[in-house]
């Protein structure tokens, strides 16, 4: 009763788990392993977000971890894009040779830079998270499935082909699922009763258990966890790429909501979400401070030239690019451009990789290496048919 009670539901006796509103009542037990693991957190995070204070731009690097997020959440997923994909794509705007789901990862990248300018003009709602979920599903796999509308039948969680009666888990129905959903917004209004990281662990989880679209919720409910820190100015910019972690630890996230819903355990759940924001928040820390080094040691080797300055910029926005691409970012002559690119080249800060004599494309390998290295190993076959079992889709009765 502490997280909900399962219901059985009608003549077809499937029993739908109800959610209680937030906070949990019994309150969160904030033993001294909790305490610390949040006191630990705050500060990793804190750090994060100081760093992008002493960041030239800031806005020139966002970018990057916005999509590395947007990549990660994405593969949780189930699809196989990775961030150089994404990366071609914007460059060259078509799919040639690379997953088609590399288009699902571009609309995240999309759903979170609007739901982060929204946020200026309307507070984190249900309202909000309709129009991120409609960005998010737009023309990609699942834009059948009411984009940017909450269900009106019931959905459950489970394996493909699965149904309602072998379903490993069933959200409340669409009349049970109307309450919840107001509870939870006027739980992520609430200033004052949880520390901001715990309130984010509840949101995320709730905001899963209630499953309220067809399709999208476990992308939309980590997007849930940016909106909140970022709309309370914990993060100034969405620095903080979590997805890795959950990624990294999938089969144990989801074990871990559903001892929430069977068992009542939210503080298993939120010892492993404070850890992973502690774990993470350093780790994009100390990628955001190799940036910084990084871009001090070619500012020195490209000198005083004003134009090459520029590009250096803007690669750390664009970090693959194309003659084209230079020319018009700098409003400079194609020849110049080209002559500019060939100097990145040859102080080893550009690598041409298509091998091409047309339409080059040119990759900034020591920038794309931060992030490289924090990448996840690609799935085995075996933890692909795991996650395949384990993600959280719903299903359309």
Same mark, same amino acid.
């Given at each position: =009763?502490?997280?909900?009670?399962?219901v059985t539901q009608g003549k077809?006796?499937?029993?739908?788990?109800?959610?209680?509103?937030?906070?949990?009542?019994?309150?969160?037990?904030?033993?001294?392993?909790? &305490?610390?693991?949040?006191?630990?957190?705050?500060?990793?995070?804190? %750090?994060?977000?100081?760093? #992008?204070?002493?960041?030239?731009?800031?806005?020139?690097?966002?970018? $990057?971890?916005?999509?590395?997020?947007?990549?990660?959440?994405?593969?949780?997923?189930?699809?196989?894009?990775?961030?150089?994909?994404?990366?071609?794509?914007?460059?060259?705007?078509?799919?040639?040779?690379?997953? *088609?789901?590399?288009?699902?990862?571009?609309?995240?990248?999309?759903? $979170?830079?609007?739901?982060?300018?929204?946020?200026?003009?309307?507070?984190?709602?249900?309202?909000?998270?309709?129009?991120?979920?409609?960005?998010?599903? *737009?023309?990609?796999?699942?834009?059948? %499935?009411?984009?940017?509308?909450?269900?009106?039948?019931?959905?459950?969680?489970?394996?493909?082909?699965?149904?309602?009666?072998? +379903?490993?888990?069933?959200?409340?129905?669409?009349?049970? =699922?109307? &309450? #919840?959903? !107001?509870?939870?917004?006027?739980?992520? !209004?609430?200033?004052?009763?949880?520390?901001?990281?715990?309130?984010?662990?509840?949101?995320? #989880?709730?905001?899963?258990?209630?499953?309220?679209?067809?399709?999208?919720?476990?992308?939309?409910?980590?997007?849930?966890?940016?909106?909140?820190?970022?709309?309370?100015?914990?993060? !100034?910019?969405?620095?903080?790429?979590?997805?890795?972690?959950?990624? +990294?630890?999938? +089969?144990r996230y989801y074990d871990l909501? $559903?001892?929430?819903?069977?068992?009542?355990?939210?503080?298993?759940?939120?010892?492993?979400?404070?850890?992973?924001?502690?774990?993470?928040?350093?780790?994009? &820390?100390?990628?955001? %401070?190799?940036?910084? +080094?990084?871009?001090?040691?070619?500012?020195?080797?490209?000198?005083?030239?004003?134009?090459?300055?520029?590009?250096?910029?803007?690669?750390?926005?664009?970090?693959?690019?194309?003659?084209? $691409?230079?020319?018009?970012?700098?409003?400079?002559?194609?020849?110049?451009?080209?002559?500019?690119?060939?100097?990145?080249?040859?102080?080893?800060?550009?690598?041409?990789?298509?091998?091409?004599?047309?339409?080059? %494309?040119?990759?900034?390998?020591?920038?794309?290496?931060?992030?490289?290295?924090?990448?996840?190993?690609?799935?085995?076959?075996?933890?692909?048919?795991?996650?395949?079992?384990?993600?959280?889709?719903? !299903?359309?009765?």
């Open positions: =009763m502490r997280t909900g009670r399962y077809n006796g499937y029993r739908a788990f109800v959610p209680a509103p937030l906070p949990p009542d019994p309150p969160v037990r904030m033993d001294a392993e909790m &305490t610390r693991l949040l006191s630990d957190a705050d500060r990793a995070l804190g %750090r994060l977000d100081g760093v #992008a204070t002493v960041l030239p731009n800031p806005d020139l690097f966002v970018a $990057m971890y916005v999509r590395h997020e947007a990549v990660l959440s994405s593969q949780i997923e189930g699809t196989q894009s990775t961030l150089e994909d994404v990366l071609e794509f914007e460059a060259e705007g078509k799919l040639t040779d690379r997953p *088609k789901d590399v288009e699902e990862v571009v609309n995240y990248v999309r759903a $979170m830079n609007q739901g982060l300018d929204r946020l200026a003009s309307l507070p984190l709602s249900m309202r909000l998270i309709r129009e991120i979920h409609a960005e998010l599903l *737009k023309g990609v796999r699942g834009a059948h %499935r009411d984009p940017g509308q909450f269900r009106s039948s019931q959905n459950w969680v489970g394996p493909a082909g699965c149904t309602l009666k072998d +379903a490993e888990y069933i959200p409340p129905p669409p009349h049970e =699922m109307k &309450t #919840a959903l !107001h509870d939870l917004e006027s739980f992520l !209004h609430d200033r004052e009763s949880l520390p901001v990281l715990v309130q984010c662990a509840l949101a995320h #989880a709730q905001f899963e258990t209630i499953h309220p679209f067809l399709d999208g919720n476990g992308r939309v409910g980590r997007l849930l966890i940016t909106f909140l820190l970022c709309e309370r100015d914990v993060l !100034h910019r969405p620095l903080l790429y979590l997805s890795y972690y959950l990624k +990294a630890h999938r +089969a909501l $559903m001892a929430i819903r069977n068992d009542g355990d939210w503080e298993g759940w939120l010892k492993f979400f404070l850890r992973g924001v502690c774990e993470v928040s350093l780790a994009a &820390t100390d990628t955001a %401070r190799e940036i910084l +080094a990084l871009r001090e040691r070619h500012r020195q080797v490209l000198s005083e030239d004003a134009n090459a300055l520029r590009l250096l910029d803007f690669l750390y926005q664009n970090p693959v690019l194309s003659v084209q $691409m230079a020319q018009g970012h700098l409003g400079c002559s194609y020849g110049r451009a080209n002559s500019l690119i060939s100097r990145f080249e040859k102080a080893g800060i550009l690598r041409e990789f298509t091998g091409r004599p047309r339409n080059r %494309r040119f990759r900034y390998d020591p920038y794309l290496a931060l992030f490289d290295q924090q990448a996840l190993p690609d799935l085995s076959p075996e933890e692909q048919e795991e996650t395949k079992t384990t993600l959280s889709r719903g !299903h359309k009765a």
